[in-house]
């Protein structure tokens, strides 16, 4: 018979007449549990010295150990520079399911049953596995979704139960996205340094724990209940958007914890094992990846378990749809240090039978060295695009600046084209383009109408004296910082929205767009607004709050997201091949201002601005369908022929970004007769627009 995984059932497993706890520490010279009364969180009711095994793994067995106990885990072990040994000090168990904090801010586990033990029932409700080329992400905060939003209950806003209320189901289904991915919902903490400054931690980059859902998200009923109530609600929230048809993504923060440096709390892993949880140099000191004070070392077997136990607990029990990995490079670090696509926590993700049927979305880099992996991840990942993000800021922004300012925008068509088909020169042919995640914005940066509205950040309310967040915007004010009156202005930063919004959504790939972005919602130029729980960083749901644009804004973006459902030419799952008809592809045809195929000079020019591209589709499931995307990136008027296939009878408008809303003049051309092949068409300064290709009869 096979040897038993040595490492298994790790955390405590709790039951009516007691349980066992086991608790990984390679170093350590002995691990109690601590069993603590329920309404004095420092009074120890039952003390169970672990017995270790060949393997480092501490057990034992307490008749104290019921759902609903309280415990904690004191460890001792040898002095040295790497160690980090206290008996006195009550830690948390790294495989805690529900969490509570005792008066002296320690913290305790809290036993808990499997859910379906508890008798929760998913009903019918299942996951809905929505295809990676169908999939469009939507970036929200828990708390900043439903916080401001009068269709919610007041008891219910900012929560898990808010989320999942009837009122955001429908709008975002209304909306047409299909996966809500969330800010960290791991527990979490802030770090002292805020904490000191009368600030938290917004975003929630800092987990405590990777097992246990965040408290403060749930109602105030569940939160007064305990611990298991916090963890039904969240599932209830998943539940609720599975039967609405939405994915529930999870941005989990595995690279570091909330122990930050050295000097930092020691809550957990520090005092059960810094030597073996964290890597360090030769002399003890943290090698930092992340930019976070510490980095967990994957090159050992425990901390990879702990990864993967944890995805296994979320996308199994709490059945959540995917995971989008935060500073992914760290979790591929080798025992040199040096980041590899093959590393064994990266495989065993995809091996995984749960895990790697689960969307997997890597941040592909960290801060350490050669910590800038874009493109690099194993084939089953999709990577968060940042040249993509930033090609296409510059395209529609950074260029018109030059253009305006210098009379050339000094940047041609070219590299706009790869990214906007998928990125081949990035992602391998075996991986295609939904390797790819698109975005032009995420929580970290610019807004989308920030993006037009500010030439600098503005995070003077951060108290870092303007030196936090990026200088890299790639943006463009037009002109005014910040709020303008001239009607000029605004009319052309809508239009820079439009242009942007519409690019990700008809580009090859994956696109992700961040909550509000859909209807120009500011953080008044502020882009490291991580430290803000209030207005600033909530959504605006009363008419009045938000900008004047915004229902038609809104009107564009669901109108571009059924777009992208009803034709599957913008949605390959291949890259093609020249001279080869590949299923799942996308046959590109790519055209000039003159409606002639693209040729060297085309390609290479500076001043070429203007692309017409014609896609058809090579699908396996679906109808055969063709688009042509004419875009024209220059600062006046153009004409434009439209080009000549033999397959194609005409050309049918479906979305034009100088309309300021689709049910304008486009839609009202979609309804006369198609335009014939090289008919001469006046397209607008700074304009896209997007035709279905009628076939020839």
Known sequence: MPE?????????????DGGVARVWSQHATSVDLVVFDADDLDWAIARTPL?????????????????????????????????AF???????????????RADDGSWRGVALESLIATGFEWGDSAKPRVPLDRTVVYEAHVRGFSKLNPA???ALRGTYAGLAHDASLEYLVNLGITTVELLPVHAFVSEDRLVRQGKINYWGYNTLAFFAAHSPYASAAARAEGAAAVRREFAGMVRRLH??????????????????????????FRGIDNAAYYRHDAHGRYVDTTGCGNSLDFAGEAPQRLVLDSMRYFADELQVDGFRLDLAATLGRDERETFTPEHPLLRAMLDDPVIGASKLIAEPWDVGPGGWQTGNFPNGFSEWNDRYRDRMRDFWLGDLRRERETGSAGSGIGRFATRLAGSSNTFSGERGPLASLNFVTAHDGFTLADLTAYDVKHNQGNGEQNRDGTDSNNSYNHGVEGEAADPVVR?????????????LLLSAGVPM??????????????????????????????EADRPRFAPALLETARHLMRLRA????????????????????????????????????????????????????????????????VVHAHESDAEVVLPSHDEVSGYTLLWDSADESPSAASLASSAAAPLAPGASLRVGAQSMRLFRAEGAA
């Open 513 to 542: 767009i961040t909550a509000g972005d859909e209807f120009g919602r500011s953080q008044r130029g502020n882009n490291n607004a991580y430290c803000h729980d209030s207005p600033l960083t909530w959504l605006a749901w009363e």
């Open 491 to 503: 009319a052309a930063r809508r239009r820079s929205i439009r242009n942007l919004l519409g690019t």
């Open 4 to 16: 038993r995984d040595p490492l298994h059932g790790l955390g405590v497993r709790a039951g009516a």
């Open 86 to 100: 206290n008996p006195v000090h009550t830690l948390l168990d790294p495989y805690a399911r529900g969490l509570t």
């Open 51 to 83: 017995v270790r095994d060949e393997h480092g793994v501490w057990q034992g067995e307490s008749a104290e150990l019921r759902p609903g106990a309280h415990y904690g885990l004191r460890v001792d072990g040898p002095a040295g520079v790497e160690h």
């Open 243 to 268: 039967e609405a048809g939405l994915e529930v993504v999870l941005d989990v923060v595995y690279n570091h914890t909330a122990e930050e440096g050295r000097e930092g709390p020691t809550s957990s």
């Open 566 to 629: 009803e034709n599957p030419a913008l949605r390959p799952m291949r890259f093609g091949r020249l001279g080869e008809t590949v299923p799942s592809a996308t046959q590109m045809d790519w055209f000039n201002a003159e409606g002639e195929t693209m040729g060297i000079d085309d390609w290479n020019s500076p001043a070429e601005r203007t692309l017409q591209f014609l896609a058809a589709s090579t699908p396996e499931t679906e109808a055969p369908n063709r688009i042509l995307l």
């Open 152 to 154: 919610v209950p007041e």
